[in-house]
């Protein structure tokens, strides 16, 4: 079974600011990789797909990078809808996995 | 514009078999090459991943809940549905079907379910 660690768990940071979010597999998913950002009391949305392809309607300020065991989503200036618990998740071998998820909340 | 319900018992006891089903409106279930999913996220947690039911007919599930778990599909009534046996409190969760595809993937709004005596 392949094991998703994200770091840092929280992230605290201000409007405008740059977030980097890391994901690291356990073993390599090639780009099978996507991000979901989900807010309180909703369910997840899914913002990138296969390591670095943004979903439709997602905002370009969002753009992920990696392949093989290591993943960063980058939101270039966080807008304050930005807020909320980014899960990375991967697709290799027809079996899914998410990663326990990272934070990001206003400083 | 597809949108998902889950429905089913709220309350299930610990023991028991936890079933519910997710009802596809807005688009066949049996067209197009979809990931008919359900995900579970335990109050406070993150998201697991239960497993889902491909549109050939093929299933795969979390290894670790595999021996646990069946998911099936009724074309006839457009849903999916999720068969989760022998439930203790840990299966306490807000269970979310999807559709997921290629690129993207509609979401149902989640339904708690508490396994609880």
């Known amino acids: 079974e392949i094991v998703l660690t994200q770091s840092p768990a929280t992230l605290s940071l201000s409007p405008g600011e740059r977030a980097t979010l890391s994901c690291r597999a356990s073993?390599?998913?090639?780009?099978?990789l996507a991000w979901y950002q989900q807010k309180p009391g909703q369910a997840p949305r899914l913002l990138i797909y296969d390591a670095s392809n943004r979903a439709t309607g997602i905002p370009a300020r969002f753009s992920g990078s990696g392949s093989g065991t290591d993943f960063t989503l980058t939101i270039s200036s966080l807008e304050p809808e930005d807020f909320a618990v980014y899960y990375c998740?991967?697709?290799?071998?027809?079996?899914?996995?998410f990663g326990p998820g990272t934070k990001v909340d206003i400083k | 514009q597809v949108q998902l319900q889950e429905s089913g018992p709220g309350l299930v006891k610990p023991s028991q078999t936890l079933s519910l089903t997710c009802t596809v409106s807005?688009?066949?279930?049996?067209?197009?090459?979809?990931?008919w999913s359900w995900i579970r996220q335990p109050p406070g947690k993150g998201l697991e991943w239960i497993g889902y039911?491909?549109?050939?007919?093929?299933?795969y599930y979390n290894p670790s809940l595999k021996s646990r778990v069946t998911i099936s599909v009724d074309t006839s009534k457009n849903q999916f549905s999720l068969k989760l046996s022998s439930v203790t409190a840990a299966d306490t969760a807000v269970y979310y079907c999807a559709r997921e595809y290629y690129g993207g993937g509609d979401w149902g709004q989640g339904t708690l379910v508490t396994v609880s005596s």
């Open positions: 807005g688009g066949s279930i049996s067209s197009g090459d979809y990931y």
């Open positions: 998740q991967q697709r290799s071998n027809w079996l899914f996995t």
């Open positions: 073993q390599s998913v090639s780009s099978y």
């Open positions: 039911i491909y549109y050939s007919g093929s299933t």
